[in-house]
């Protein structure tokens, strides 16, 4: 009898750490471990938390992500004539340029996705750009309702509006609302995979 009982409970446990595939629905995970060294509770409902927390767990994950943003805008440069390219130092020095594309590169390898809000764009000296929070960034396309949790379809391009907040009032914050030519957005490897956002649709 003892022997039965616990061959059944060996059973239940590798059952319950099967991935398990179907044609429908994809992968499905369950997730047992939710800690790391001395880090706990990582944020596994939302992957861009969940990416930055890790970042932050090791240095073998930090140090080369920012080895990786200097190294992918070392001598970045704009070249042609000497007045435009005095111009373009000027304007860099000016908007710290530098720091924004390191910036940049750093968010879309930990993220994979990277969306900077344009500002001052009718004042060309001081034009610039500021990534949004990814966390809370939805990107869909026409004719999907603002706060949409429908998950019968996948959201697919052309995007249509880059939300802030969609998921709700975060702080009695309203949600932002930005169209694409708004935007500065960059996404890796965004034909191999689709993931779900904050509203829990899958995105493609």
Known sequence: MTDTTN???????????????FASTGIERKDTIYKAGAYRNFDTTNRFNLYRQLSLTSPHVFIPLQKLALTLVKGIRFEGKSSLV???????????????TQTLARLLCRDGTYVGLYNNVKNPDKMGFEPLLMSQTTIVPRGVTKGSADVTFILTPPINRFYVNEK???NDLEAGSYRPEQVMYGSFCANDYTFRDILGRETY
Do not use: M, T, Y
Not at 7 to 21: E, H, P, T
Not at 86 to 100: A, L, Q
């Open 7 to 21: 061959a059944a409970i060996d059973l239940d446990r590798k059952k319950s750490n099967i991935v398990k595939v």
């Open 86 to 100: 005095k111009n373009f130092e000027k304007w860099s020095e000016r908007i710290n340029f530098e720091e924004k």
């Open 168 to 170: 709700g009032n975060l």
